[in-house]
């Protein structure tokens, strides 16, 4: 029994597959087809650089810090009652709001468009393709146009295909190539925060950018106060006090190049907004030498972007899925492939198209009795023998006459095959 055991080949990984096909369904996020990286069950997303978050968490809080434990402190020796306590107090809850706005621009979906299963049918893209712009020149019925005219609000835009995701691309979507997504309204992908910046997440991070720069301003403006308090007292230059409070001068030079950096990000971003435009589109349209079709007036961008609804986002990442089932190799000499499965899943959307039908199971007993059928190898078709030796197939055919319950009428075959050959 043990010789026997070890005379077979062991089982081929699409064949594994099939085994586990009652294996419990995995969730969206598993079976992610993205960059991405998930927490807590997928219920928090993140870019594929969340590393960075924590650089960007102790650029703010470490200041904040040192400034509540240290000027706070010289501020009530300074004035003699509670005004130190009430400035780190107010810096502290900044802090946590521009934390909380922080992982509310990284850590949910930032409007992921769900990739499709199929490309769409060439009749389903429609009249208003550029039949012009082919894939490799090519016009035949599954080639599909590069790009098809939009219209937004009276323009005429062209909106591209994107290959990697399978589908034309919304107007103001882009494919961002680090989160490997296609994000609606795409403005730009943010290293600080770890994440796409788009139409879900863009109000936050506005926020937090702001948030920051006011934050900045103000442990910018009290360090100062501190130093001119000292300056007072003491009756020194500045030199000199910022000697006697080193922590002043070191959060002074320290938010005062913060500011220009995300004090310049806010005035950008506000114009974007009273524009409607985003990062991305302000390049390319000054690229091109194109009007913004999605302007609609300072008071109404400003409406849209900042006070409207923001939408659900399209995936459910803990939805659970059940993986396409695996295709069996040609390797079985059966001299023809078996069926396709039967079930497709787009992923990304969380449902099940169909169901696998018991048929594959019966379509599967009669191929491998039709290839029990062949006597030898000289009656199986050349492309066949000259792929793959008699010994391999008969070893496939009975690993897989073993895995589905047939190892029995294999082995009868088998002796009966015996028999005809030692008495031609």
């Known amino acids: 029994m043990e010789g026997r055991m070890q005379g077979k080949a062991p089982l081929s990984d699409s064949n594994r597959r099939i085994m586990d096909a009652d294996a419990p369904p995995r969730r969206v996020y598993q079976a992610w087809k993205g960059s991405n990286i998930f927490f807590l069950g997928g219920r928090l997303i993140f870019g594929p650089d969340v590393r960075s978050l924590i650089l960007t968490v102790c650029l703010i809080v470490i200041p904040v810090i040192l400034f509540a434990a240290v000027i706070s402190g010289q501020l009530d020796h300074e004035y003699h009652n ?54 490799g020149g090519q016009h035949g019925s599954t080639a599909l146009p590069l790009t098809k005219d939009v219209l937004v609000n009276g323009v005429l835009v062209k909106v591209k295909y994107c290959h990697t995701c399978m589908l034309y691309r919304p107007p103001r979507c882009s494919h961002c190539s680090i989160c490997n997504n296609c994000v609606e309204r795409f403005d730009h992908h943010c290293p600080w925060v770890g994440q796409c910046i788009g139409k879900r997440n863009y109000r936050f991070f506005f926020m937090f950018v702001s948030s920051t720069t006011l934050l900045c301003v103000y442990v910018f403006a009290f360090c100062w106060v501190d130093l001119r308090i000292i300056m007072d007292t003491h009756r020194c230059k500045l030199g000199r006090a910022i000697m006697k409070s080193p922590v002043s001068g070191i959060l002074i030079l320290y938010t005062f190049i913060a500011v220009w950096f995300v004090g310049g990000l806010t005035s950008f971003h506000l114009y974007l907004i009273s524009t409607n435009q985003t990062t991305y589109e302000n390049f390319r349209y000054r690229y091109d030498r194109k009007t913004n079709p999605h302007n609609r007036g300072l008071v109404q961008n400003f409406i849209e972007i900042l006070c409207s609804r923001i939408p659900s986002s399209r995936n459910n990442f803990r939805a659970k899925v059940k993986e396409d089932s695996a295709t069996f190799p040609s ?35 009669s191929q491998i009795g039709s290839a029990m059928g062949l006597e030898r190898c000289g009656t199986e078709p050349p492309h066949i023998v000259g792929r793959k030796g008699c010994s391999e197939i008969a070893t496939d055919i009975e690993a897989f006459a073993e895995e589905f319950g047939l190892e029995q009428r294999f082995t009868e075959r088998k002796k009966i095959e015996q028999r005809t050959s030692h008495n031609p």
């Open 331 to 365: 390797s079985l000499g059966m001299g023809r492939a078996l069926s396709p499965p039967k079930m497709s899943v787009d992923l990304e959307m969380g449902m099940k198209r169909q169901t696998v039908a018991m048929e594959e199971l019966e379509d599967l007993h």
């Open 82 to 135: 509670q005004i130190g306590g009430w400035v780190a107090s107010v810096a502290i809850i900044f802090t946590a709001y521009i934390i909380v706005l922080l992982l509310l621009t990284s850590g949910r979906d930032p409007g992921i468009i769900p990739r499709n299963a199929h490309p769409p049918e060439p009749e389903d893209v429609g009249e208003s393709s550029n039949l012009s712009e082919w894939p």
